[in-house]
């Protein structure tokens, strides 16, 4: 399986491995920065070679734990062009959600590392150090989302990005979608709609998953689903919808959910609202 290949299957854990890469790069250059420098005063290095390290890989973890919830976040108030006017406010207020979860967790594994060493840590005076910090803070949380998003583009780019096929011009909306177009490092090629086995949602895209492969196209989940209805898709969750003849099996849980196995081994979700349209239509 190639890079790009396992890229497709988890894009989110590569996205957090490149921005933990960033931060221990950066922040490693921060502690020796600050060694180099104490190094170079008349009375030397006053204070324990770790100390440095101590704060900026604190900082860095807990910057770290906090992306997950940044996904999840970009999810639901995506901060792209179309709304960015509208979710610019929105995300500012995050930020600082955002730094004071980061502080919080600094502090408590600067303590920790600090006790383990017999030694006090004091954050100092909040009202100044929370100024402090969130304007670094900021600053990461934008940073991290232009990561983000460049990373997204970079590898639509390479994946291939699917497009509705019109019949002219002017139409905007194909009677039947039958076949979509994937541009892919400046070739294009064409995939069956038949041939999806499930799509996702995915902030301003919709995943289509074929054969083990996915190809991003820029739609809503519901918007693509009705365009192909008639071909056996259905909506299975808010999140997910589904090929119907991929369909291997259904599961029934507890929660009055369900659990749809695909033929491919894949476990999808299948919520209570959707589920007994679902199986009339397996019927």
Same mark, same amino acid.
């Given at each position: 399986?190639?890079?790009?290949?396992?890229?497709?299957?988890?894009?989110?854990?590569?996205?957090?491995?490149?921005?933990?890469?960033? $931060?221990?790069?950066?922040?490693?250059?921060?502690?020796?920065?600050?060694?180099?420098?104490?190094?170079?005063?008349?009375?030397?290095?006053?204070?324990?070679?770790?100390?440095?390290?101590?704060?900026?890989?604190?900082?860095?973890?807990?910057?770290?734990?906090?992306?997950?919830?940044?996904?999840?976040?970009?999810?639901?108030?995506?901060?792209?062009?179309?709304?960015?006017?509208?979710?610019?406010?929105?995300?500012?207020?995050?930020? &600082?959600?955002?730094?004071?979860?980061?502080?919080?967790?600094?502090?408590?594994? !600067?303590?920790?590392?600090?006790?383990?060493?017999?030694?006090?840590?004091?954050?100092? *005076?909040?009202?100044?150090?929370?100024?402090?910090?969130? !304007?670094?803070?900021?600053?990461?949380?934008?940073?991290?989302?232009?990561? &983000?998003?460049?990373?997204?583009?970079?590898?639509?780019?390479?994946?291939?990005?699917?497009?509705?096929?019109?019949?002219?011009?002017?139409?905007? %909306?194909?009677?039947?979608?039958? !076949?979509?177009?994937?541009?892919?490092?400046?070739?294009?090629?064409?995939?069956?709609?038949?041939?999806? *086995?499930?799509?996702?949602?995915?902030?301003?895209?919709?995943?289509?998953?074929?054969?083990? +492969?996915?190809?991003?196209?820029?739609?809503? $989940?519901?918007?693509?689903?009705?365009?192909?209805? *008639?071909?056996?898709?259905?909506?299975?969750? !808010?999140?997910?919808?589904?090929?119907?003849?991929?369909?291997?099996?259904?599961?029934?849980?507890?929660?009055?959910?369900? *659990?749809?196995?695909?033929?491919?081994?894949?476990?999808?979700?299948?919520?209570? +609202?959707? +589920?007994?349209?679902? %199986?009339?239509?397996? &019927?």
């Amino acid at each position: 399986m190639t890079l790009l290949s396992k890229f497709e299957k988890q894009p989110k854990l590569y996205e957090l491995l490149f921005i933990s890469c960033y $931060l221990l790069i950066n922040n490693t250059i921060s502690a020796t920065s600050i060694l180099m420098e104490s190094s170079r005063q008349a009375h030397g290095i006053s204070f324990p070679l770790w100390q440095p390290f101590a704060l900026e890989y604190s900082s860095a973890l807990s910057l770290i734990l906090l992306v997950p919830l940044l996904f999840i976040f970009l999810e639901k108030v995506p901060l792209t062009w179309s709304f960015i006017k509208k979710n610019i406010a929105l995300h500012l207020l995050g930020s &600082i959600v955002f730094s004071l979860i980061h502080i919080f967790l600094m502090v408590v594994f !600067r303590k920790i590392i600090y006790i383990s060493q017999n030694l006090h840590y004091e954050f100092g *005076e909040i009202p100044a150090e929370l100024f402090y910090e969130y !304007r670094k803070d900021i600053w990461a949380y934008f940073i991290f989302i232009i990561i &983000i998003y460049s990373f997204r583009f970079v590898t639509s780019r390479m994946i291939g990005e699917a497009q509705i096929i019109t019949d002219g011009v002017n139409s905007s %909306k194909p009677q039947k979608l039958e !076949r979509l177009i994937v541009k892919k490092l400046g070739e294009e090629f064409i995939i069956k709609v038949e041939d999806i *086995e499930w799509l996702e949602s995915s902030g301003n895209y919709v995943n289509l998953h074929i054969k083990n +492969r996915i190809y991003p196209t820029r739609s809503t $989940l519901s918007h693509f689903i009705e365009l192909i209805s *008639e071909q056996g898709f259905f909506r299975i969750h !808010r999140s997910y919808g589904v090929n119907l003849k991929f369909v291997k099996s259904i599961k029934p849980l507890t929660t009055g959910d369900c *659990e749809i196995k695909l033929e491919s081994g894949e476990v999808l979700s299948l919520s209570r +609202r959707y +589920r007994d349209e679902l %199986k009339a239509n397996l &019927i």
